[in-house]
């Protein structure tokens, strides 16, 4: 009788009750909950002190070599999902496995009362998006029928979870996680190329309503996304009891991992507590992977997963099902054991318990390094565990700049170019005599390349470049900047009409971003006084009379053109010194991007501003953001027509500096 109740988890719930969990320890370091009164009461008389004297062990089935005892099983119900998040799975979807290779309702109930007659004491249920399952009702209802099972819960990306959540809950559901990596509507449409932030909204608050405390909010972050909505989703869990969940992003972008966009958990908490000095550390829960804080007198709190920066490999307690039947003791690991298989052969209770347990005592004492994992060959991300991966922008077009092939097309523009150079820079030019083109002498395709970057900035940057002019009374003579497909025009500052030309103190004769001898070089800025700093640029992009009507009737196939755009563009600004080389990476006070349609020209009509208070402008920033909300219109739009134009791009306005304020007329 004692070894049955054993094996049912009754020395795990008495371990609960006594505040204890051998084999798990706390990921935070923060001291372990007391053992309340009750259970201090338990443990001195004499009923409790036989059943921690007779109890059975956990099953040997379920602990491993190293002691940890495994009693958490996620079950994967469905490869599918009702989204095409960009860090998941392609537009067009994955190659699902076909449906007589999946799980039965049967074959999952089967399996989840053997582990919980193992010790197991919480089931939590995954996808794909498991709430797309027609039977996930009856599957939770199932469940929850079995003895010794403490906790029912799902991870959901939230979209059908306020119309299935009151039958979920009459079931037996426990416990929610709801995946959300944004709480900015247009970049969450951006992100899972679908429509539903309100319905995902909806679930979050029909769950807070039925009484689910608490409601466990998911968010993967990523830098250069939202790392920048750290304060407003702490700021969430003010009037709702939230727990708002920041997983360090499991770098892993097509079979390569890139540390550049991992914020870790020490980073996110100074961010925070900044904010916040006030933030309070909680006690951490025996079984927890989590370290919890909460801002005192909010409702929710918030918790970090630091599965990158500080792995809780020594405590964890999972084992993971897919869709297909397949055990995963780590999900790091490529190592699998076909359940399915062996259920469907007819293997007996007795047969699984020892496949089950010969694969957990396999387990390793900690996932892979990650350059063996990224020498791995696993499953897609969506068909394990969606939730942990997050969204990787794809720049690698941007980032690379084109090989020795493209260059004939690069420099095909330079003639125009040279003329609006400072004379010193025009003469270093040298036409190479066996293609023809302009190039700086002694230098690389690759050095040019970057040269010619710097050119295009110091053009972008103002309306004049100034030089000596003995003939001016006022000492100086203003090159007017214009698009390098024209020539540039001369004005003396004295006869220049108001707005034309403007006079700026301290301009520079020659170009920033080359040292004496043409090579690429980065301003020193560390001698400037910090300013407040904005720009306002502008873009243009002419669709055509057919695209344009879908573009304002919101009929384009790839989603919201202009709500993607803007997204796209601010991501731009934030992202402008990894895209233009010689740019300083410098923090955004603001950034705002606006879209309008102008009839009349069948045009989309893009409006960038950044702020900053720092050393240098924020000009490239501004046009950054307009270019690539242009680039992403043509590129929703292309499908349609080509025939789209992209012109206009300019700065429009800038202030703060030592060369003065600039406003284009």
């Given at each position: 009788?004692?070894?049955?109740?054993?094996?049912?988890?009754?020395?795990?719930?008495?371990?609960?009750?006594?505040?204890?969990?051998?084999?798990?320890?706390?990921?935070?370091?923060?001291?372990?909950?007391?053992?309340?009164?009750?259970?201090?009461?338990?443990?001195?008389?004499?009923?409790?002190?036989?059943?921690?004297?007779?109890?059975?062990?956990?099953?040997?089935?379920?602990?491993?070599?190293?002691?940890?005892?495994?009693?958490?099983?996620?079950?994967?119900?469905t490869e599918k999902c009702n989204l095409r998040c960009q860090y998941c799975m392609p537009e067009e979807g994955v190659q699902l496995t076909p449906k007589s290779e999946l799980l039965t309702t049967q074959e999952i109930i089967t399996l989840a009362r053997l582990f919980v007659k193992e010790g197991v004491e919480k089931i939590r249920l995954t996808g794909g998006e498991p709430l797309i399952r027609p039977d996930v009702v009856d599957i939770v209802g199932q469940l929850y029928k079995l003895e010794g099972l403490k906790t029912i819960a799902v991870t959901?990306?939230?979209?059908?979870?306020?119309?299935?959540?009151?039958?979920?809950?009459?079931?037996?559901?426990?416990?929610?996680?709801?995946?959300?990596?944004?709480?900015?509507?247009?970049?969450?449409?951006?992100?899972?190329?679908?429509?539903?932030?309100?319905?995902?909204?909806?679930?979050?608050?029909?769950?807070?309503?039925?009484?689910?405390?608490?409601?466990?909010?998911?968010?993967?972050?990523?830098?250069?996304?939202?790392?920048?909505?750290?304060?407003?989703?702490?700021?969430?869990?003010?009037?709702?009891?939230?727990?708002?969940?920041?997983?360090?992003?499991?770098?892993?972008?097509?079979?390569?991992?890139?540390?550049?966009?991992?914020?870790?958990?020490?980073?996110?908490?100074?961010?925070?507590?900044?904010?916040?000095?006030?933030?309070?550390?909680?006690?951490?829960?025996?079984?927890?992977?989590?370290?919890?804080?909460?801002?005192?007198?909010?409702?929710?709190?918030?918790?970090?997963?630091?599965?990158?920066?500080?792995?809780?490999?020594?405590?964890?307690?999972?084992?993971?099902?897919?869709?297909?039947?397949?055990?995963?003791?780590?999900?790091?690991?490529?190592?699998?054991?076909?359940?399915?298989?062996?259920?469907?052969?007819?293997?007996?209770?007795?047969?699984?318990?020892?496949?089950?347990?010969?694969?957990?005592?396999?387990?390793?004492?900690?996932?892979?390094?990650?350059?063996?994992?990224?020498?791995?060959?696993?499953?897609?991300?969506?068909?394990?565990?969606?939730?942990?991966?997050?969204?990787?922008?794809?720049?690698?077009?941007?980032?690379?700049?084109?090989?020795?092939?493209?260059?004939?097309?690069?420099?095909?523009?330079?003639?125009?170019?040279?003329?609006?150079?400072?004379?010193?820079?025009?003469?270093?030019?040298?036409?190479?005599?066996?293609?023809?083109?302009?190039?700086?002498?002694?230098?690389?395709?690759?050095?040019?390349?970057?040269?010619?970057?710097?050119?295009?900035?110091?053009?972008?940057?103002?309306?004049?470049?100034?030089?000596?002019?003995?003939?001016?009374?006022?000492?100086?003579?203003?090159?007017?900047?214009?698009?390098?497909?024209?020539?540039?025009?001369?004005?003396?500052?004295?006869?220049?009409?108001?707005?034309?030309?403007?006079?700026?103190?301290?301009?520079?004769?020659?170009?920033?971003?080359?040292?004496?001898?043409?090579?690429?070089?980065?301003?020193?800025?560390?001698?400037?006084?910090?300013?407040?700093?904005?720009?306002?640029?502008?873009?243009?992009?002419?669709?055509?009379?057919?695209?344009?009507?879908?573009?304002?009737?919101?009929?384009?196939?790839?989603?919201?053109?202009?709500?993607?755009?803007?997204?796209?563009?601010?991501?731009?600004?934030?992202?402008?010194?990894?895209?233009?080389?010689?740019?300083?990476?410098?923090?955004?006070?603001?950034?705002?991007?606006?879209?309008?349609?102008?009839?009349?020209?069948?045009?989309?009509?893009?409006?960038?501003?950044?702020?900053?208070?720092?050393?240098?402008?924020?000009?490239?920033?501004?046009?950054?953001?307009?270019?690539?909300?242009?680039?992403?219109?043509?590129?929703?739009?292309?499908?349609?027509?080509?025939?789209?134009?992209?012109?206009?791009?300019?700065?429009?306005?800038?202030?703060?500096?030592?060369?003065?304020?600039?406003?284009?007329?």
């Amino acid at each position: 009788m004692a070894a049955a109740w054993g094996r049912r988890g009754g020395p795990a719930l008495l371990r609960g009750a006594l505040g204890e969990a051998p084999g798990r320890g706390c990921s935070s370091g923060a001291p372990v909950r007391a053992p309340s009164a009750a259970a201090q009461e338990l443990q001195s008389s004499g009923r409790g002190r036989f059943l921690l004297e007779h109890a059975a062990p956990f099953s040997a089935f379920l602990t491993d070599s190293f002691g940890r005892q495994h009693n958490y099983l996620r079950i994967s119900l469905t490869e599918k999902c009702n989204l095409r998040c960009q860090y998941c799975m392609p537009e067009e979807g994955v190659q699902l496995t076909p449906k007589s290779e999946l799980l039965t309702t049967q074959e999952i109930i089967t399996l989840a009362r053997l582990f919980v007659k193992e010790g197991v004491e919480k089931i939590r249920l995954t996808g794909g998006e498991p709430l797309i399952r027609p039977d996930v009702v009856d599957i939770v209802g199932q469940l929850y029928k079995l003895e010794g099972l403490k906790t029912i819960a799902v991870t959901t990306n939230g979209i059908n979870l306020a119309r299935l959540l009151p039958r979920l809950k009459e079931a037996g559901l426990n416990a929610i996680n709801i995946s959300l990596d944004t709480l900015v509507p247009a970049k969450f449409e951006f992100i899972v190329r679908r429509k539903g932030f309100h319905k995902v909204m909806e679930g979050i608050h029909k769950a807070t309503e039925l009484g689910y405390r608490p409601v466990k909010v998911n968010c993967v972050v990523m830098r250069g996304f939202n790392e920048d909505e750290l304060l407003g989703f702490v700021d969430f869990t003010k009037d709702l009891p939230l727990d708002v969940r920041f997983i360090e992003y499991m770098p892993f972008d097509g079979n390569k991992w890139n540390f550049k966009k991992m914020v870790s958990y020490k980073e996110m908490l100074d961010t925070i507590k900044q904010r916040w000095p006030e933030l309070e550390k909680l006690p951490c829960e025996a079984s927890s992977t989590a370290k919890s804080y909460k801002v005192p007198h909010f409702q929710g709190q918030i918790s970090f997963i630091t599965s990158m920066s500080e792995h809780f490999c020594g405590s964890c307690n999972r084992l993971r099902i897919t869709a297909d039947g397949n055990l995963k003791v780590c999900l790091f690991g490529n190592s699998e054991v076909s359940l399915r298989d062996h259920l469907r052969s007819g293997a007996s209770e007795e047969a699984l318990v020892q496949i089950i347990g010969a694969a957990v005592g396999r387990k390793k004492k900690q996932h892979a390094g990650m350059f063996n994992i990224s020498q791995m060959k696993n499953r897609p991300m969506i068909l394990i565990e969606p939730a942990l991966m997050s969204f990787p922008l794809c720049q690698d077009a941007l980032q690379n700049p084109p090989n020795s092939k493209q260059w004939g097309h690069t420099f095909s523009r330079w003639p125009t170019l040279r003329a609006s150079l400072p004379k010193q820079m025009g003469k270093a030019l040298m036409k190479n005599k066996l293609t023809g083109q302009l190039s700086l002498p002694g230098s690389h395709p690759e050095q040019q390349w970057h040269i010619t970057t710097g050119i295009l900035q110091t053009q972008l940057r103002g309306c004049c470049v100034f030089q000596k002019d003995p003939s001016s009374m006022f000492d100086t003579k203003c090159l007017e900047a214009s698009p390098v497909s024209q020539a540039s025009v001369n004005c003396q500052s004295k006869e220049a009409s108001p707005g034309s030309c403007t006079e700026v103190p301290h301009a520079s004769d020659h170009l920033t971003h080359t040292d004496e001898e043409g090579r690429a070089t980065m301003v020193d800025v560390g001698g400037k006084p910090d300013s407040r700093r904005s720009a306002v640029a502008g873009a243009v992009v002419r669709l055509g009379e057919k695209a344009f009507g879908m573009v304002r009737q919101n009929q384009v196939k790839k989603g919201d053109v202009l709500a993607v755009a803007q997204i796209a563009g601010i991501q731009g600004a934030k992202l402008t010194s990894q895209l233009i080389p010689l740019c300083h990476n410098i923090p955004l006070n603001h950034v705002e991007v606006s879209l309008s349609l102008d009839e009349a020209r069948y045009a989309v009509v893009i409006r960038s501003s950044c702020q900053t208070w720092g050393r240098t402008g924020v000009e490239m920033e501004a046009l950054t953001a307009a270019s690539l909300a242009a680039l992403t219109v043509y590129d929703m739009c292309k499908a349609v027509t080509h025939d789209i134009v992209i012109e206009e791009v300019k700065l429009l306005s800038k202030t703060g500096g030592q060369r003065g304020d600039f406003s284009r007329v």
